[in-house]
């Protein structure tokens, strides 16, 4: 079964420093999002994307996160100097074109650490 | 704003038993509800999703039923194994809105 994937599967960064999360869509799926976890907290969404740009984002995804689909396959989630509250799970998901009907296929996620 | 709280936040059972898992929302103007499951350190398998037009779905040992108007959502698994231990999230979309909003999560225990 297709499935989405992330890399890497955990990542330690120091405080301040640029970060990158990798993912790769499920390939006929047209709608990509990042949700994040904090430890012990809710899954809480951060940002869709659709048709080569930001549809939907959250009141977290401030000026220091973007997001990217540099080509066919790959959807990127760039920190640009993170902070210690940063650290969380981060996931990517997916979901086909009709975004109201489909459910959403997450990955493994990439555990982020911020030092 | 809306809210999704799930009840029990965790459960141990003896396998074999038949459990239900509680989700319930505040705004009833949702158009889907999914189901998911995570286990230790992984990332989130939908196991159901639910239209706002349907009162429930099946998979499998799993059912889960969605009454919008009282806002709550149960998912039902039959005959539990070892191997259902895990927390189950529940997740619901609103109209014209990509984001899921996540309950708290019940962590599943079954034991031999």
């Known amino acids: 079964e297709p499935e989405v994937t992330q890399t890497p599967s955990h990542q330690v960064t120091q405080m301040g420093q640029e970060v990158i999360l990798r993912c790769v869509p499920i390939?006929?799926?047209?709608?990509f999002y990042w949700y994040r976890q904090i430890l012990g907290q809710k899954v809480e969404f951060l940002v869709s994307?659709?048709?080569?740009?930001?549809?939907?984002k959250s009141e977290i995804f401030d000026d220091q996160f973007s997001v990217e689909r540099p080509d066919g396959s790959n959807f990127t989630l760039k920190i640009r100097s993170t902070k210690l509250e940063d650290s969380a799970m981060y996931f990517c998901?997916?979901?086909?074109?009709?975004?109201?009907?489909?459910?959403?296929?997450f990955g493994d996620g990439t555990r982020l650490s911020i030092l | 704003k809306q809210e999704v709280t799930q009840i029990p936040a965790a459960l141990s059972v003896p396998e074999g038993e038949n459990l239900v898992l509680n989700c319930s929302f505040t705004?009833?103007?949702?158009?889907?509800l999914q189901w998911f499951r995570q286990d230790p350190g992984k990332g989130l398998t939908s196991l159901l999703l639910?239209?706002?037009?349907?009162r429930e779905q099946t998979s499998g040992r799993l059912n889960a039923s969605l009454d919008k108007s009282s806002g709550r959502s149960t998912l039902y698994i039959a005959a539990s194994q070892p191997g259902d231990s895990a927390t189950y999230l529940c997740?619901?979309?609103?109209?014209?809105?990509?984001?899921?909003?996540f309950g708290t999560g019940t962590r599943l225990q079954v034991f031999p």
């Open positions: 705004d009833s103007a949702i158009y889907n």
């Open positions: 639910i239209q706002s037009s349907q």
């Open positions: 997740a619901v979309k609103a109209y014209n809105t990509d984001k899921l909003i």
């Open positions: 390939s006929n799926h047209l709608y």
């Open positions: 994307f659709y048709n080569n740009e930001i549809s939907e």
């Open positions: 998901a997916s979901s086909e074109r009709a975004v109201y009907s489909q459910p959403q296929h």
